[in-house]
């Protein structure tokens, strides 16, 4: 009838070449985002691994935290800006009560006052530059490595995680046939190139629901704001603030997703900024009420919300005077922020004033957009979620580097067939890219480690930025000059020798004049064994037969 029949040969030809296409193009940049990922996973342990706690006040008994608020603001009045309260200070947040002066969107929390009370009952305050390292391994995650800022940042990663889901589609239309057939052979006996491609496969296959979740939600990250827009011109009536309400901010459904964290993402979404609000300015309570103490806010709170467990109030001003946000952690649900639940509480009468956020309150349509954001950054199940997550990111990385890695020995063999004696020009840049990206990738974010413990001024962002992308570069030129495949081994090293300092530094430090914590010690023996391994793998066979011939790559490695 004037169709082109297509055959189901020829379907599953094109799907395949598009899965390997859009597989390369995206991958480099899916690295990068998965491997920052998997530590962005750690982004508050990490803040507080790599700050220093010397000197910071101590924490003040609960019973006495309504004295040391009362006595900062009026000792303090740019406390009134806005500040949080701890019940159960930890080493991201070490102090009973902070209040931050400088904060930026993307950077993070700067510049932060921790305050205590001292053995005669005074305030005792230390400024210090909160550790934006993590922040910055954050935003390489969400930004798939480019140095944008966030305007053009968001549409970019929009475009690869369309492109991501493209390759997912593909892989499955192609795979899943023979996958069907061979579950689980791994036939070891047929050369690396044959276990890798088995490899590949099948964690392509178990992870799929894991890689569905994270392209589809970093799609919605990446237009949060686009969606925001259509949905107040298009249901929000005008006088409800829709299309001329405030630019800015996502559908509801995204609305605490936007970048990671909840109390920065909270704050910049409901709040008024502090800078206009710092100084002198006096901010006006409502008539003649007073705050309740936070030891009544508390038990209030337990009257209407009894498994609600609060661990910290964060107070802002308002018209009114001042409005609060009580967080408390629960593992047993997926919570909307990385520091667990939130529930605004009137300051001055203990009522909630909001369900939307308290978990197992919600409704239907908040609790899906909860475990949208919960699963993509492992709100889930406490150290559970965050560890699970963390090692999917990881096979996410092993899937990237191996596909690469295939494609390129399939081109390899395909050129020597045609006669070509050494790679075709397309072949050597993408693998020059693919050991360069990704291993400056890998030497990046540990010399952002290592430079958070030892570096000056490593505490603030543009330096851990400039550290990573100096490593990073030096990393490329290296598999520029050396070529992708001779590059490999040594690529390999230099990562396990950045890598193998973290663990060292940090047993220096601890030995000092610290004291260890189980994140700390979890992340120095990874970072030992990982380096061990990175080290035997460089000197192993297969790495040695690709410095002495290249040429044959993965095929006899």
């Not at 930025?465 to 992708?484: D, R, T």
């Amino acid at each position: 009838m004037g169709c082109v029949m297509i055959r189901k040969p020829e379907i599953v030809a094109l799907y395949r070449r598009l899965h390997s296409w859009v597989g390369i193009l995206a991958g480099l940049f899916l690295f990068i985002g998965f491997y920052a990922g998997t530590l962005t996973q750690f982004e508050e342990p990490l803040r507080g691994w790599a700050m220093h706690h010397d000197g910071l006040p101590a924490p003040v008994e609960f019973n006495r935290l309504a004295e040391l608020r009362d006595k900062a603001l009026v000792e303090f009045p740019e406390a009134k800006s806005g500040f949080s309260l701890n019940f159960e200070p930890n080493s991201s947040d070490p102090s009973s009560m902070n209040w931050v002066l400088q904060r930026s969107r993307d950077h993070g929390p700067g510049l932060t006052v921790y305050a205590g009370l001292d053995q005669e009952g005074h305030v005792f305050v230390k400024e210090r530059v909160q550790p934006q390292g993590p922040r910055f391994i954050n935003m390489l995650h969400q930004r798939i490595g480019l140095p944008l800022n966030r305007a053009w940042g968001r549409p970019v990663m929009g475009i690869v995680a369309f492109l991501y889901a493209a390759a997912l589609i593909s892989g499955v239309v192609v795979m899943l046939p023979s996958v069907a057939r061979a579950m689980f052979t791994m036939r070891l006996g047929q050369g690396a190139r044959r276990a890798w491609f088995d490899l590949h496969t099948l964690l392509g296959v178990f992870s799929l629901p894991f890689h569905i979740m994270i392209a589809v939600t970093a799609l919605g990250f990446a237009f949060v704001e686009p969606l925001g827009m259509a949905e107040r011109a298009l249901f929000i009536p005008a006088s409800g603030g829709g299309a001329h309400g405030p630019q800015g901010q996502g559908p509801q459904a995204f609305q605490g997703f936007q970048g990671e964290q909840g109390q920065q993402g909270m704050r910049e979404r409901e709040g008024q900024g502090r800078e206009h609000a710092r100084g002198n300015r006096e901010v006006r309570m409502a008539g003649n009420q007073t705050l309740l103490t936070p030891e009544e806010l508390v038990l209030r709170l337990k009257h209407q919300a009894p498994q609600f467990r609060p661990t910290a109030i964060d107070y802002m001003p308002n018209k009114q005077g001042y409005r609060v946000m009580v967080v408390g952690p629960d593992a047993t649900t997926v919570t909307r922020t990385a520091r667990g639940g939130m529930v605004p509480v009137d300051p001055y009468t203990g009522h909630i004033t909001s369900m939307k956020d308290l978990p197992y309150k919600q409704s239907d349509a908040f609790l899906a957009a909860t475990a949208v954001g919960g699963f993509h950054f492992g709100r889930f199940g406490g150290w559970v979620g965050h560890i699970t997550m963390a090692l999917m990111s990881a096979v996410g990385c092993f899937l990237f580097y191996s596909g690469n890695a295939l494609w390129l020995a399939s081109r390899r063999r395909k050129d020597r067939a045609a006669g070509y004696l050494t790679d075709r020009l397309g072949t050597k840049i993408l693998s020059i890219l693919s050991s360069g990206v990704m291993f400056g990738c890998m030497a990046g974010v540990s010399a952002v480690l290592v430079a958070m413990l030892i570096m000056p001024n490593a505490e603030y962002y543009a330096v851990c930025e400039a550290v990573f992308y100096a490593v990073f570069f030096v990393c490329l030129a290296i598999a520029g000059v050396m070529g992708g495949e001779r590059s490999i081994p040594w690529l390999m090293r230099i990562v396990a020798f950045i890598t193998i300092l973290v663990p060292v530094i940090d047993v220096w430090r601890y030995s000092h004049n610290e004291h260890y914590e189980y994140f700390g010690l979890s992340l120095d023996v990874t970072a030992l064994l990982f380096s061990l391994w990175l080290v035997q793998v460089s000197y192993g066979r297969g790495a040695t037969r690709l410095v002495r011939d290249p040429a044959r790559g993965l095929k006899e490695a």
